[in-house]
């Protein structure tokens, strides 16, 4: 899975907070500004919707 259809996951199933800054990493993703801080910030929250189950809705 791609860093675009992570960030998809996390803004289809992830806790309102979390799934709009992962539509905000992907709209900079489409063509605002994107770079190594702002590709690692996206892992992260990447990484924490996946290790932590209270980031999903309905928690």
Do not use: C, N
């Not at 998809?8 to 990493?25: D, I, K, L, N």
């Not at 709209?27 to 189950?53: F, M, N, Q």
Request: no cysteine; proline share 5%; charged share 25%.
């Amino acid at each position: 899975m791609d860093l675009r259809e992570q960030l998809g996951q996390v803004v289809s199933s992830a806790a309102p907070a979390q799934s709009e800054r992962a539509q905000q990493f992907l709209e900079a993703l489409d063509g605002g500004p994107w770079d190594d801080s702002t590709e690692a910030a996206a892992r992260e929250l990447i990484d924490a919707y996946l290790h932590d189950p209270y980031l999903t809705k309905g928690h």
